[in-house]
């Protein structure tokens, strides 16, 4: 069983990401489990990823590595128990840090999972959260597996280069991938890498 965490800040189109990642499992036939940690962000809530046909659990007012780590425990024992899913994608909220789920998920899993950290970050914010939250950010992207520079049908000309620029160089070994969720700009990539 593999465990995606998507992490990023508020509005890096972790959502967008998380339905065309579940779509692409569930077409090839993968079961497919979804967790999603709203904590008052304006989103795609659980009864909308369950109408949509996803195994889907949401874990609203909190935040999955902070005060709602026991929750999470719970809700992915119960996923393994009553889903048994090949993949389950986690999307904590924009304030979290992705390496302390994937620490939660380590402690809550009985046998040793395939964890990985993909890290979303948001072109026409990159530039506002560098100047404001900088060491913030830097946390969120530190331990992820690989990053995504989401949103690039929004990239005004030569951004793209000056924000993957400044990712190897506070990132140098991971892998940088610039594309459009909304628009499936480099998806197949994406899933290149997740396999």
Wanted: proline share 4%.
């Amino acid at each position: 069983m593999y465990v995606y965490i998507l992490g990023g800040f508020l509005g890096s189109g972790k959502t967008t990401l998380l339905m065309k990642l579940a779509s692409m499992y569930t077409k090839r036939g993968e079961k497919t489990a979804l967790l999603v940690n709203e904590s008052g962000e304006i989103g795609v809530d659980g009864a909308t990823l369950k109408a949509e046909g996803y195994d889907a659990i949401e874990l609203p007012d909190g935040c999955i590595c902070c005060s709602l780590s026991g929750t999470l425990q719970s809700a992915l024992k119960n996923i393994k128990r009553d889903i048994d899913p090949d993949i389950i994608i986690i999307e904590p909220t924009g304030l979290a840090l992705p390496h302390k789920v994937k620490e939660l998920v380590h402690f809550s899993m009985i046998d040793e999972d395939e964890t990985y950290i993909i890290g979303v970050c948001d072109v026409q914010r990159f530039e506002d959260l560098i100047k404001k939250k900088e060491q913030f950010f830097k946390m969120q992207m530190s331990n992820a597996d690989f990053v995504l520079i989401n949103k690039s049908d929004l990239a005004k000309p030569g951004q793209i280069d000056e924000i993957t620029k400044w990712m190897k160089e506070q990132f140098p070994d991971k892998p940088i991938q610039a594309i459009s969720a909304k628009n499936d700009e480099n998806l197949d990539k994406v899933y290149e890498m997740m396999q």
